[in-house]
């Protein structure tokens, strides 16, 4: 498989393939705002953030970049940085404000006109169902828990390609599912907040059940576009070569990666894992496999960090990331590790043959400055994207086919449960006035954009 890609993949001089894209990410309840307009519906993001203590310095995303009233300016913007693609995330409850039941003719009308927008300017959209924004309506009945939420997710999908696909020829379904799982529902430090390791299995099957069930809906109305699927993934390494280091990395591997990509490649859950996590009776029903690993036009890996992991107490189940150290980490304390992209598209090609991969995130934050004439030069996210640049295309050159590299992200924004402290923005976001400065990093994955690849170099 791995050689078919080799010689399907033409590169250009400059190391990327002619029609590679050069994109930006957002997802919507972190640049949207106007959470109360247009009839959209409360979401646990909502509902978290407005909660005392939760977010730093108890932010929320009631008006983040206002984008839903600027989003004309943010797309002229993309066009000026070159970037010929982009995405963003839709919020169901701009479409379904209890989450089921009747679409909300303005949340459909909202998102067409976002995606004329990016077509009108030659901007090829990206479309993502599920950014964590669930309608708290839903999460009342029980939310990720409950296995009907994952017929509800792909009767909204099918009313979303339904009015888009026409226009949409790139769909993700969900966006990193084990942070979902991890940080809303184990660890309790995301929406919504819930700390139950119990929850591991539960809602890790039905986010993905949801997948495979939207991937029908969405191949049924828009039989012509490409569906995927965004997994967030470490490169996992272990603390030392003792053996129980290796076990422990390898058993984080298996929860946080193996989990989804064997289900979604292979349609089964690894032993190692399901030993360990005890899977409830009647979680996986006959079929589910089936549904879950219908093949898929590619995979969307989101990519910042290494993981290293040392083996704990053996009666715990998650596993125990070494803190980082030492200079060269971002303002979310993640270790700069570009290499790290290199071996998970590697491993991916080598382990699951994926047709095609998008990077559908990569950034840094970093504690950006506004100097005396307003410009805001920051030395290190362009460095930090550099190198990743670099990496993928060392990617691309060992046959790994690579189709497009999304950063993280076109603005500032609301980054969950840190507010607005972490800036990943290739744009400034002044939040007092709304004001957007394209930073020095802008400029530069700008050039790298325009001359394909060629400016990495520069
Ligand atoms: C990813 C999320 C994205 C953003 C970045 C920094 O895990 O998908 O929304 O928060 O991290």
């Not at 972190?30 to 953030?49: H, L, V």
């Not at 591997?253 to 064997?262: K, Q, V």
């Amino acid at each position: 498989m791995s050689e078919m890609s080799e010689q399907q993949i033409e590169l250009t001089e400059t190391g990327f393939p002619r029609d590679f894209l050069w994109g930006a990410a957002t997802a919507a309840y972190q640049i949207e705002g106007a959470a109360r307009e247009g009839g959209r519906g409360e979401t646990i993001w909502d509902r978290f953030s407005h909660t005392p203590g939760k977010i730093e310095r108890d932010e929320n995303g009631d008006v983040a970049c206002d984008h839903y009233h600027r989003w004309q300016e943010d797309f002229d913007l993309l066009q000026r940085l070159s970037l010929n693609a982009y995405r963003f995330s839709i919020a169901w409850s701009r479409i379904l404000p209890d989450g089921r039941g009747k679409p909300n003719p303005a949340g459909l009308d909202f998102y067409e006109r976002l995606v004329d927008g990016l077509l009108a300017r030659g901007i090829t959209p990206f479309v993502t169902l599920y950014h964590w924004d669930l309608p708290q309506a839903l999460e009342e009945r029980g939310g990720w828990r409950n296995r009907d939420t994952a017929y509800f997710f792909s009767d909204y999908a099918q009313i979303i390609a339904r009015r888009l696909s026409n226009r949409v020829g790139h769909w993700i379904t969900h966006n990193e599912p084990h942070i979902v799982v991890f940080e809303g529902h184990v660890l309790g430090t995301m929406a919504p907040g819930l700390r139950d390791e119990r929850l591991i299995a539960p809602v890790g099957h039905h986010l993905l059940l949801s997948h495979g069930l939207a991937v029908q809906a969405l191949r049924s109305e828009a039989p012509q576009s490409a569906v995927g699927i965004t997994l967030h993934l470490l490169h996992i390494e272990p603390a030392s070569d003792r053996e129980q280091d290796t076990q422990a990395a390898q058993f984080a591997d298996g929860l946080y990666h193996r989990w989804y990509l064997d289900a979604l490649f292979r349609g089964t859950y690894p032993e190692d894992v399901t030993a360990r996590l005890a899977l409830p009776d009647g979680l996986v029903r006959p079929g589910d496999m089936e549904t879950i690993s219908a093949p898929l036009d590619f995979l969307g890996v989101n990519y910042y960090t290494r993981g290293i992991i040392r083996a704990d107490r053996p009666s715990r189940l998650l596993p125990k990331l070494v803190p980082p150290r030492g200079s060269g980490l971002t303002a979310m304390g993640w270790e700069v590790y570009p290499e790290g992209l290199y071996q998970v598209l590697l491993r991916l090609r080598d382990a699951y043959s994926p047709t095609k991969l998008y990077i559908t995130e990569n950034g840094a934050a970093y504690p950006d400055t506004l100097d005396e004439r307003g410009e805001v030069h920051d030395a290190e996210r362009v460095s930090y994207l550099r190198r990743h640049f670099q990496e993928a295309r060392r990617a691309l050159a060992a046959g790994v086919p690579l189709a497009g590299y999304f950063t993280w992200s076109l603005l500032d924004n609301f980054e969950w449960a840190h507010g607005y402290r972490p800036r990943f923005g290739l744009v400034r976001v002044e939040y007092a006035t709304q004001q957007r400065i394209i930073k020095e990093s802008g400029h530069f994955a700008g050039r790298v954009a325009a001359t394909n690849g060629g400016a990495l170099e520069e």
